[in-house]
């Protein structure tokens, strides 16, 4: 058996503190720490480095927060399907405003873009996102019902972002347009 290599590693203050934490609670070397995260990412490469692993960062990045659930499928049709009936439901729609607003503003701080946006809805299960063009995408709804709540929650949230698109519907898909993604100049809609 040949000696073990040995090396020096530099980190900043942050990370270093991430690593305290992580050998406190494993109660590991730091030795053994090392050995486990390279054998973890020779493992998991394909998939950190592949889009499933960014939606899977995206899940975790939503959820750490505690600001989104994981909701059945199908329990959260037949709550759309509800709401549809619903003799109230242009409230539904009224009261989702706030909302809307709530996610550009949080799309606008982070710097998103168009398919920025609709790459992390799709992280939802909201759809499957196809890009034909450059300014072209196609979302592939999983059920009909879906299709207001998205080209609403879309419609109003790139309008508070300051983007233009032109959101067409199809039996089962949205087709997304980008006009312009520059904010549009007060006075001017």
């Known amino acids: ?21 992580l050998q406190e609670v494993l109660g590991i070397s730091q030795s ?68 809307y607003e709530a996610h550009a503003e949080f799309f606008k701080h982070k710097s998103y873009g168009v398919e920025d946006v609709l790459k992390r809805l799709e992280a939802c299960n909201y759809y499957t996102l196809n890009q034909v063009s450059r300014n072209d995408y196609t979302l592939i709804l999983s059920s009909d019902v879906l299709k207001k709540f998205v080209k609403t929650l879309l419609e109003e949230t790139f309008r508070g972002m300051g983007f233009t698109v032109e959101l067409k519907e199809d039996f089962a898909k949205l087709r997304v347009k980008v006009l312009s993604e520059a904010p549009k100049e007060k006075g001017r809609s």
Do not use: C
């Open 32 to 99: 053994e720490l090392v050995r486990q995260a390279v054998k973890f990412y020779s493992k998991y490469r394909v998939l950190i480095e592949s889009m499933e692993d960014k939606k899977m960062y995206t899940h975790a990045e939503m959820l750490k927060v505690g600001e989104h659930v994981i909701v059945d499928i199908d329990h959260w049709l037949l709550f759309l399907r509800f709401m549809e009936t619903h003799p109230d439901k242009e409230q539904f729609w009224e009261l989702n405003k706030p909302i």
């Open 1 to 21: 058996m040949t000696a073990p290599e040995r090396i020096t590693v530099a980190m900043d203050d942050e990370t270093f503190m991430m690593f305290k934490k």
